[in-house]
């Protein structure tokens, strides 16, 4: 061997030598093939090798809502490398969107923002990733136990809930002092235990104040209830489970002829300027109504109280975040959807932002469900939804009929509230006749 061949061995093997100490010894921070020394950050399964800041790159996000501040400037501090491109898109026109970008060929986002009442649509497209498998590897442990099957796709999770929309009802405390005796929500929770309880004091209510005061304002808003308050899905793929339909519709065909509710439409100003009045004593409450409906409308302070719905929990709206299948940044879009909505850092600066998500251990702490409203005074009412309302909530799978139920269901409220002599079985012929029509497979079992 020459001279020049055995300096060239020499160099080769000391330059393998200084890549395996390299490869070796501790944290550089620089990314080697996907494997670094420093500690890896990779419990979803992505290319965060040396560190959540090498991961570089912009991803799209369709949605309707201004990103909350505080959560998205935490998000960048931990992945600076990570950018948000946010297309605005009104939550009823997600579904169209998306059908007309497949069918022209487009490109899909990376991530989408789905409202409550478009996810049955959402879903049944087929289109979204299952985040239970890699890269994603959700870790379903720290959701609630009732998201599970309502976000879930052919077995698996496709959808990570955003904000928290548990719901009970909220009253009007001088109102229930006056005519059912105390204003305490606990004492109100053991009188009106049930429906039938709630009705039949709220005809002694109605009797007391000459007609004055009614329970509720609006059949829809006893539909949101009743309709959430089940306990099995209205479909079993395109076969309606008449009972289950059928056993909701009758309770509100009840309420309408108990006389204890109001005529208003729901969501109109009058039913938004209701509540500043004392002609209705109890509204439903999502976490998110205090904030957003109840505060806008009403300049009292601590005049309203929350309470636990009779016959339980239910939710009411919220909206979650799914991944196409084929995202180009699926990834970078997971980081984003994992911090918000499944870690403690995400939970905190979410509830700066006014949001509560859906990451279970964050309410182990009474601390961070502590939560008070101005219309609300000093009641709690973080524990009351977090704790109490929770803890006696269930969720149910919902799908495409569902939306057409939803269709169906606006046009028997108008005419329950304005014909007194259309009952439950004039309400079941409508209902079938609306779902045939749009939808000559579904079978009425």
């Not at 002829?257 to 509540?275: F, M, R």
């Not at 700066?352 to 009641?379: C, I, L, M, S």
Request: glycine residues 10%.
């Amino acid at each position: 061997m020459t001279n020049r061949k055995r300096l060239l061995l020499l160099l080769a093997v000391f330059s393998l030598l200084a890549g395996l100490i390299a490869g070796c010894g501790g944290g550089s921070g620089k990314s080697n093939g996907g494997n670094s020394g420093g500690s890896a950050e990779n419990s979803s399964g992505g290319a965060s090798a040396g560190g959540s800041g090498e991961l570089k790159g912009e991803f799209v996000l369709w949605t309707w809502e201004p990103e909350h501040p505080t959560a998205l400037e935490a998000f960048y501090k931990k992945y600076p490398g990570i950018k948000m491109k946010r297309v605005e898109v009104a939550a009823e026109d997600v579904p169209k969107k998306l059908q007309t970008t497949i069918a022209s060929g487009g490109e899909l986002p990376d991530v989408i923002r789905i409202e409550r009442g478009q996810k049955a649509k959402i879903f049944d497209m087929d289109i979204l990733e299952n985040l239970e498998a890699a890269p994603f590897n959700a870790d379903l442990s720290v959701l609630f136990d009732y998201d599970i099957a309502a976000f879930s796709m052919n077995g698996h999770v496709v959808a990570i809930p955003d904000d928290m929309s548990v719901s009970g009802v909220a009253y009007i405390k001088d109102l229930a002092r006056e005519y059912l005796g105390t204003d305490n929500p606990e004492e109100l929770e053991k009188m009106l235990p049930d429906w039938d309880a709630f009705i039949a004091r709220g005809q002694e209510v109605v009797q007391k104040s000459g007609g004055k005061v009614l329970m509720f304002s609006s059949l829809g808003t006893v539909w949101d209830i009743l309709k959430g308050q089940r306990r099995e899905p209205f479909f079993d793929g395109d076969t309606m489970n008449t009972a289950v339909v059928r056993e909701r519709v009758a309770r509100l065909v009840q309420f309408r002829d108990s006389g204890i509710v109001g005529k208003l439409e729901q969501w109109s100003p009058a039913w938004n300027a209701a509540h500043a009045t004392s002609d209705y004593m109890f509204t439903v409450s999502p976490v998110w109504m205090p904030q957003y409906v109840i505060d806008p409308n009403d300049p009292a302070d601590d005049r309203w109280a929350l309470m636990v719905a009779p016959e339980g929990g239910f939710i009411r709206g919220g909206s979650s975040h799914g991944i196409p299948k084929g995202a180009k940044n699926a990834e970078l879009a997971w980081k984003w959807i994992e911090f918000t909505s499944m870690s403690q850092e995400g939970a905190e600066t979410q509830k700066v932002d006014g949001v509560f998500t859906h990451y279970k251990p964050a309410y182990e702490d009474p601390e961070f469900t502590k939560w008070t409203w101005r219309n609300f005074g000093e009641q709690n009412i973080g524990e009351k939804f977090f704790v109490d309302i929770s803890n006696v909530t269930t969720d149910v799978p919902e799908n495409l009929n569902d939306s057409l139920l939803d269709e169906a269901m606006a046009i028997i409220i108008q005419t329950l509230a304005k014909d007194d002599n259309f009952g439950v079985e004039e309400a079941m012929q409508k209902i079938e006749q609306e779902l045939k029509a749009k939808n000559s497979n579904i079978v009425i079992g």
